[in-house]
C-alpha cells in the first residue's frame, strides 16, 4: 500500500481539485482529508458519514460558582482576558494554561478536557473517507490530523486497499509535517506565481527534510507562462521532478459548483493533463 498526499505552500493553488481528481482516477484506496482547518474535500466527494467521532485535546478553565468567593484573583492573574467581571470563562480565549487553576485560594477552577472537533468515516462514490472538523478557535489540527492518518491507513489495510490518497493541509506548519510523516510521496502543487513559487520551495524543503520523495505539479501554467518556465528551469537546476503542468480552464469552477470532480465533468484537456500526471505517479 502507498500513501501519497497532495499539499501546497499556500492555499488557494488548486490542491483539492487534485486530489479530488484522483480520487476518481485510483482503483481500491482510502481517501483521507487532513486540511482539517478548512476541509473543503467533502464538497467533492459529498460523503455519506457512516461513523462519527469525537475529538477532545487541549484543556479549558471552568469555575464552580458553588465554591468561588468572588476575590477576583483570577481576573487578574489570567493574561489573556479570558474571565470576565462576572466570573465567566470564555472559552475562546481561555489557552489552557492552568495558572488560573493554581492560584484560585479556594480551588473553584478545574481544568477539562476541550471538545475540540470531530472526525468521521464516511462512504463517497468512489469509495471510503476519513475526515474532519476541527471546532471554531481550537488548537491542535496537527494532532487531529495524526489521526486522520492513522485511522485512513488502518482502514486502508483492513480493506487490503492499494493507496491512500491524502489532501494535506496548506502551508508549512504543524498539520502539514503531521500530513507528510510516513508518507510515500508527496505531491507539491503551486501556480505561476512569485509568492506561489517561494511558499513552494519552502514547502519542497520541509518534505526533503523529513526525506520524503516530492514532485511539483504547476496548476494554471498558462496564465504566467514566463513564471511557468522559471519554475521549470528551477526544478531542472535542483532535481526537483516536475511531474505536470494543468492549464487554466473555467471548467474546473462549474464542475466544483455541480460538486464533481473534474474527471466526472465534460471532456476538456485538463483531464488529459491530470490522467497523465497520474500516470506518471
Ligand atoms: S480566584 Fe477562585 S475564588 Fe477568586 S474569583 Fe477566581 S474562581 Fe473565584
Ligand atoms: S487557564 Fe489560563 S488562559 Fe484559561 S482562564 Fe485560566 S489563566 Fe486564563
Redesign the pocket.
Known amino acids: 500500500m502507498k500513501q501519497i498526499v497532495i499539499i501546497s505552500g499556500k492555499g488557494g493553488t488548486g490542491k483539492t481539485v487534485i486530489t479530488g481528481a484522483f480520487a476518481a482516477l485510483a482503483k481500491n484506496k482510502v481517501m483521507a482529508d487532513c486540511d482539517v482547518d478548512a476541509a473543503d474535500l467533502h464538497l467533492l466527494l459529498q460523503p455519506n458519514i457512516k461513523e462519527r467521532h469525537k475529538f477532545r485535546s487541549g484543556l479549558s478553565a471552568s ?3 458553588k ?9 487578574v ?1 489570567c493574561r489573556f482576558n479570558a ?1 470576565s467581571d462576572d ?1 465567566v470563562i470564555d472559552h475562546v480565549s481561555c489557552e489552557g494554561c492552568a495558572f ?1 487553576s493554581y ?7 478545574k481544568m477539562e478536557e476541550n471538545l475540540a472537533g470531530e472526525w468521521f468515516i464516511s462512504e463517497t462514490r468512489f469509495g471510503p473517507m476519513v475526515h474532519a472538523r476541527l471546532g471554531i478557535a481550537e488548537e491542535n489540527s496537527g494532532k487531529l490530523v495524526s489521526l486522520v492518518r492513522k485511522q485512513a491507513k488502518e482502514l486502508a489495510e483492513k480493506n487490503n486497499c492499494d493507496w491512500v490518497i491524502i489532501d494535506g493541509a496548506p502551508g508549512i506548519g504543524c498539520p502539514v509535517i503531521a500530513s507528510l510523516s510516513g508518507i510515500d510521496c508527496a505531491i507539491v502543487v503551486t501556480e505561476p506565481t512569485l509568492s506561489g513559487l517561494h511558499d513552494a520551495l519552502r514547502v519542497i524543503d520541509v518534505a526533503k527534510h523529513f526525506g520524503i520523495a516530492v514532485k511539483l505539479v504547476i496548476n494554471k501554467y498558462d496564465l504566467n507562462t514566463e513564471m511557468s518556465e522559471k519554475i521549470e528551469k528551477y526544478c531542472n537546476k535542483n532535481g526537483i521532478s516536475l511531474i505536470g503542468k494543468i492549464g487554466f480552464d473555467k471548467s474546473v469552477v462549474e464542475a466544483m459548483v455541480e460538486g464533481k470532480t473534474i474527471m466526472e465533468y465534460k471532456d476538456t484537456k485538463i483531464k488529459e493533463e491530470v490522467i497523465k500526471i497520474w500516470e506518471m505517479l
Do not use: D, S, T
Request: net charge positive; glycine share 8%.
Open positions: 469555575i464552580n460558582k465554591i468561588c468567593q468572588q476575590c477576583g484573583k483570577c481576573i492573574a474571565i466570573f488560573c492560584i484560585c485560594p479556594v480551588g473553584a477552577i
